[in-house]
C-alpha cells in the first residue's frame, strides 16, 4: 500500500514539474494513500475524520497566506511610506535572505514530517524499532536531505512560475510573500497539521498581488493552479491504485 501511494504520488508530482505548474506534494500523498488504501481494503481503510481535517486544512492555508501576505504589505507600506524606492529595495533585497531562509524551515519542518512518518511506520510495522516508535535519525536527515537536493536540482520550472507569472513581485512584496507563508507553516507544523507548501506561498503571491490591486494578478495563471490542485488527489489517487494492480503479482 505504501509502496502504490508513493508511486502515485512521485508520478503526478513528476508530470506536473514537466508542465512547470506548481502542485502539492502532500495533495499528492493523501491522494495517493487514499487510492492505495480502497484498493486493499475499501471504504472501511479510510479514517474519514482524520481526511476531511486534513483537508479542510490544507484549503485553508492558502487563504490564510493570502490574509497575512497582504496585512504585512499594508504594514510594510505604512512604515516605509516616506522611504524612496530604491533604499526600500536595497533593503529588502537583503531581508528576503531572511524571510526565504523562514520560508524554507517551515517547508523542511511540515513537508518533510509528513515523508518521514510514513517511513517509520514502514520500520515500525516491520519490528525494526523493537516495540518504541520513534523517527530515527537516519530518517530525518534522509527526508531532508532528499528535500534540499530536489529543490536544488529540480525546482526552476516552478519557481519561474511562482516568481514572476502570477504576479510581478518587488523585493518588500517577496519579503511579505515568504514571511507570510512562513507564519503559516510554522503554525500549522506547530498544531501538528500537515499543510501544502505550495498552496500556502501561492496565497500568499496572490495576496501581494491584490495589495497593488486586483488586476495585478494573473487570474488565468492562478486558475490552472487551482485546477491543478483539485485534480492532484483523484489523479494521484488514480495512479497508486493502478501502481497496486501493477505491483500486486510481484509483490505477492
Same mark, same amino acid.
Given at each position: ?40 481494503? *475499501? ?5 474519514? @475524520?482524520?481526511?476531511?481535517?486534513? =483537508? %479542510? +486544512?490544507?484549503?485553508?492555508?492558502? !487563504? /490564510? #497566506? ?60 516491520? *519490528? ?5 516508535? @520513534?523517527?530515527?535519525?537516519?530518517? =530525518? %536527515? +534522509?527526508?531532508?536531505?532528499?528535500? !534540499? /537536493? #530536489? ?102
Amino acid at each position: 500500500v505504501i509502496f502504490a501511494a508513493l508511486a502515485g504520488a512521485i508520478c503526478w508530482n513528476v508530470i506536473t514539474w514537466l508542465g512547470g505548474i506548481p502542485s502539492s506534494s502532500s495533495h499528492a500523498l493523501i491522494g495517493g494513500l487514499v487510492g492505495a488504501g480502497l484498493m486493499k481494503v *475499501g471504504f472501511s481503510a479510510i479514517v474519514w @475524520h482524520g481526511l476531511i481535517a486534513t =483537508v %479542510l +486544512a490544507i484549503v485553508l492555508s492558502p !487563504a /490564510l #497566506g493570502l490574509v497575512l501576505a497582504l496585512l504585512l504589505v499594508l504594514a510594510v507600506s505604512w512604515l516605509f511610506v516616506k522611504v524612496t524606492p530604491l533604499k526600500v529595495d536595497q533593503t529588502f533585497r537583503a531581508l528576503q535572505f531572511l524571510s526565504a531562509s523562514l520560508y524554507s524551515l517551515g517547508h523542511g519542518g511540515n513537508d518533510a514530517q509528513k515523508t518521514m512518518g510514513i517511513i517509520a511506520v514502514l520500520l515500525y510495522s516491520h *519490528g525494526m524499532m523493537n516495540g518504541d516508535f @520513534h523517527i530515527p535519525l537516519w530518517v =530525518v %536527515l +534522509a527526508c531532508q536531505g532528499a528535500m !534540499a /537536493l #530536489g529543490t536544488l536540482a529540480g525546482g526552476w520550472r516552478i519557481v519561474h512560475t511562482m516568481g514572476s507569472k502570477i504576479t510581478r513581485l518587488s523585493p518588500m512584496q517577496g519579503f511579505c510573500a515568504e514571511t507570510g507563508g512562513a507564519i503559516t507553516l510554522f503554525l500549522a507544523t506547530y498544531l501538528g497539521v500537515p499543510v501544502s507548501t505550495t498552496h500556502t506561498i501561492t496565497g500568499a503571491i496572490v495576496g501581494v498581488g491584490v495589495s497593488r490591486r486586483v488586476s495585478a494578478v494573473r487570474w488565468n495563471v492562478a486558475r490552472s493552479i487551482v485546477v491543478a490542485w483539485v485534480v492532484t488527489m483523484p489523479a494521484a489517487g488514480i495512479l497508486s491504485a493502478l501502481a497496486f494492480l501493477a505491483a500486486g503479482p510481484v509483490l505477492n
